[in-house]
């Protein structure tokens, strides 16, 4: 340590050692804030926090904290994980809500054009879908024996 006080005080004959040590113990402070900076933030983002941790030290803080920040995940883990659940929840919604056409729009069995679920007859082909309960109104699938509604017993017609 004293040769390179000796050889600093020959560079800059101005410095008195106790400059040069309080010099020095600021760099040595610098690069340590520097290395646990580099280390909690590659523990947020899911790198090797102990590896850059070292790098930082062994390296002299600055060159290795400006090649970190270059390289680091932009994201923490917990942005990553909030971003999944959302990704998750409209993929959710986009199937609730395909389903929900599913149920609105169906396929004519005659003729294969989309018909709405409520309709009694297809539009294009007249085939009939549906019935109505002559009782109470209520709209059932044509081979109903009985409505599911009011218990009205349909009497088959013979063709």
């Known amino acids: 340590m004293g040769k ?8 800059l004959p101005s410095l008195s050692t106790t400059d040069i040590l309080v010099i020095f113990a600021s760099l040595v402070a610098l690069i340590l804030i520097i290395a646990i900076y580099v280390y909690n933030d590659s523990k947020l983002r899911g790198g090797n926090a102990l590896g ?3 790098a930082t030290i ?17 994201y923490t883990l917990e942005e990553i994980k ?15 809500y395909e389903l929900q056409i599913k149920k609105e729009i169906h396929q004519c069995p005659v003729c294969g054009e989309e018909v709405k679920n409520e309709y009694l007859f297809c539009p294009h082909c007249f085939t009939q879908l549906k019935k109505k ?10 081979d109903a024996k009985i409505c599911p509604y009011c218990g009205f017993i349909f009497e ?4």
């Open 52 to 54: 850059w941790l070292i």
């Open 58 to 74: 062994v390296f002299g803080g600055i060159l290795p904290f400006v090649f970190y920040l270059m390289i680091r995940s932009p």
């Open 156 to 159: 088959e017609r013979k063709e």
């Open 4 to 11: 390179i006080i000796d050889f600093i005080k020959t560079i």
């Open 133 to 142: 309960c002559p009782n109470c109104g209520s709209v059932i699938e044509k």
């Open 82 to 96: 909030e971003e999944k659940e959302r990704k998750e929840v409209l993929e959710l919604q986009r199937r609730y």
